[in-house]
């Protein structure tokens, strides 16, 4: 049975607390019997839990993504899922299991309410219409008025799209970036852990681990087979009450709906580093192709999981020259994989991290970076900023959605 060296080694890097819903285990209720250890999506590549002195035990905060399958094989109910820690606490909008909110006519759907996995989106997409088709019978009919705007062209979305048309309900979906939501952004090659799920009009999606362009090129067969329509490149502004109905302005148009699906992504503007220079070409905020930056000098920006595969990833290609800069002294929220990978990479001379610095300026064909000891010019090609996004919490305030913090609470 595996020993207490996993726990150690991340409470070591300081990779303690869980980046989405995790399991909590209650010791006195939990008999040891293995069940959530095996039934876990990421074991055996990854121990996320364990069984140490007869009793389960989270080791790897940071490699469980919110699966909750431990959770329904428990066969003494010792497991709950929660959001956050008593540490670190997640703002969540108020969601109620029907996948409405406060306010009236607003569902929230995927990742936005907390739940990035694959199967976890699909699944909240196709129900919140089925609740929304219910919501509907008890708001007068108006021809003129969309029965419901899907906001979001993720998993969520799509399943939510996809329902709409099975049910006839007079819909649109919009998208603000790409087709697929946050799995198209991921560099090319990258491997997507997911479940079978049931997708309306489609059937049982039997995906578990693929690639991001099998999967992408799936919901477009998908969207070619059943003719569903996305409106791109328009970002949503605001809700607010028009009488019976709901005035949705985006960026590019204005629409009146009974209902209107939440279905975005939590971090779906990237973080800027707000620094003279950033508006140059040569920035940019997502790695698609590592193979773009072939023979150039790149900085990474950043000290996550996304930064770290984006770091390694282009120092795998020829003639890179890589630095990866992070303000911190450590990587204390990436999983241990891609510390490992940092490493390889370092020893083998193929990239250069710096830590404990900051990025000052960005010029044509350089860099200047603050250190602890002063000042660092580095030459430069290209920059690409890994900092997370930024919530739309503003926003959803804005439309009256309330924001709970959860502090280890579902």
Same mark, same amino acid.
């Given at each position: 049975? #595996?020993?207490?060296?996993?726990?150690?080694?991340?409470?070591?890097?300081?990779?303690?607390?869980? /980046?989405?819903?995790?399991?909590?285990?209650?010791?006195?209720? *939990?008999?040891? *019997?293995?069940? *959530?250890?095996?039934?876990?999506?990421?074991?055996?590549?990854? %121990?996320?839990?364990?069984?140490?002195?007869?009793?389960?035990?989270?080791?790897?905060?940071?490699?469980?993504?919110?699966?909750?399958?431990?959770?329904?094989?428990?066969?003494?109910?010792?497991?709950?899922?929660?959001?956050?820690?008593?540490?670190?606490?997640?703002?969540?909008?108020? !969601?109620?299991?029907?996948?409405?909110?406060? #306010?009236?006519?607003?569902?929230?759907? +995927?990742?936005?309410?907390?739940?990035?996995?694959?199967?976890?989106?699909?699944?909240?997409?196709?129900?919140?219409?089925?609740?929304?088709?219910?919501?509907?019978?008890?708001?007068?009919?108006?021809?003129? !008025?969309?029965? #419901?705007?899907?906001?979001?062209?993720?998993?969520?979305?799509?399943?939510?799209?996809?329902?709409?048309?099975?049910?006839?309900?007079?819909?649109?979906?919009?998208?603000?970036?790409?087709?697929?939501?946050?799995?198209?952004?991921?560099?090319?090659?990258?491997?997507?852990?997911?479940?079978?799920?049931?997708?309306?009009?489609?059937?049982?999606?039997?995906?578990?681990?693929?690639?991001?362009?099998?999967? #992408?090129?799936?919901?477009?067969?998908?969207?070619?087979?059943?003719?569903?329509?996305?409106?791109?490149?328009?970002?949503?502004?605001?809700?607010?009450?028009?009488?019976?109905?709901?005035?949705?302005?985006?960026?590019?148009?204005?629409?009146?709906?009974?209902?209107?699906?939440?279905?975005?992504?939590?971090?779906?503007?990237?973080?800027?580093?707000?620094?003279?220079?950033?508006?140059?070409?040569?920035?940019?905020?997502?790695?698609?192709?590592?193979?773009?930056?072939?023979?150039?000098?790149?900085?990474?920006?950043? +000290?996550?999981?996304?930064?770290?595969?984006?770091?390694?990833?282009?120092?795998?290609?020829?003639?890179?020259?890589?630095?990866?800069?992070?303000?911190?002294?450590?990587?204390?929220?990436?999983? %241990?994989?891609?510390?490992? /990978?940092?490493?390889?990479?370092?020893?083998?001379?193929?990239?250069?991290?710096?830590?404990?610095?900051?990025?000052?300026?960005?010029?044509?064909?350089?860099?200047?970076?603050?250190?602890? %000891?002063?000042?660092?010019?580095?030459?430069?090609?290209?920059?690409?900023? *890994?900092?997370?996004?930024?919530?739309?919490?503003?926003?959803?305030?804005?439309?009256?959605?309330?924001?709970?913090?959860?502090?280890?609470?579902?």
């Amino acid at each position: 049975m #595996v020993s207490a060296s996993t726990l150690e080694e991340s409470e070591d890097a300081g990779l303690t607390q869980p /980046a989405s819903l995790h399991p909590v285990i209650d010791t006195s209720r *939990c008999i040891g *019997c293995e069940s *959530c250890v095996h039934a876990c999506p990421e074991f055996p590549a990854h %121990q996320v839990l364990v069984i140490l002195s007869g009793k389960a035990h989270l080791v790897s905060p940071t490699d469980c993504i919110g699966h909750g399958a431990c959770q329904r094989v428990c066969p003494t109910g010792a497991i709950s899922l929660v959001f956050g820690t008593a540490e670190r606490g997640v703002d969540i909008p108020f !969601v109620n299991p029907d996948f409405s909110t406060n #306010v009236s006519g607003v569902f929230i759907a +995927g990742e936005l309410g907390g739940m990035g996995l694959i199967r976890n989106a699909i699944e909240q997409g196709r129900q919140a219409i089925g609740s929304i088709a219910s919501y509907l019978k008890s708001i007068p009919t108006d021809d003129e !008025v969309l029965d #419901v705007l899907i906001i979001g062209a993720g998993p969520a979305g799509i399943a939510a799209t996809l329902g709409a048309m099975e049910g006839k309900l007079r819909h649109r979906t919009i998208e603000q970036h790409a087709f697929g939501g946050t799995p198209a952004n991921f560099p090319r090659g990258k491997i997507v852990m997911t479940a079978p799920a049931d997708l309306p009009l489609v059937g049982r999606v039997k995906f578990r681990e693929t690639t991001k362009e099998k999967l #992408v090129g799936f919901w477009e067969k998908v969207r070619e087979t059943t003719g569903m329509e996305i409106g791109y490149g328009e970002r949503l502004l605001g809700i607010e009450r028009d009488g019976a109905a709901l005035l949705v302005t985006t960026s590019e148009s204005t629409y009146r709906a009974r209902s209107v699906l939440l279905a975005i992504g939590r971090r779906g503007t990237p973080r800027k580093l707000g620094v003279p220079g950033e508006e140059h070409n040569k920035v940019s905020y997502a790695l698609l192709d590592p193979a773009e930056y072939e023979g150039r000098r790149v900085l990474v920006v950043g +000290g996550g999981d996304s930064a770290l595969e984006a770091a390694t990833s282009i120092a795998r290609e020829p003639g890179t020259e890589v630095v990866l800069s992070y303000r911190s002294g450590a990587f204390s929220r990436a999983k %241990q994989k891609n510390r490992l /990978a940092v490493d390889e990479m370092v020893a083998a001379g193929r990239l250069r991290v710096m830590f404990e610095s900051e990025v000052e300026n960005i010029e044509s064909d350089v860099v200047v970076l603050k250190t602890a %000891q002063g000042h660092t010019t580095i030459p430069n090609d290209a920059v690409l900023v *890994c900092a997370g996004g930024i919530l739309p919490d503003g926003l959803l305030r804005e439309t009256g959605i309330e924001i709970e913090t959860k502090y280890g609470t579902l």
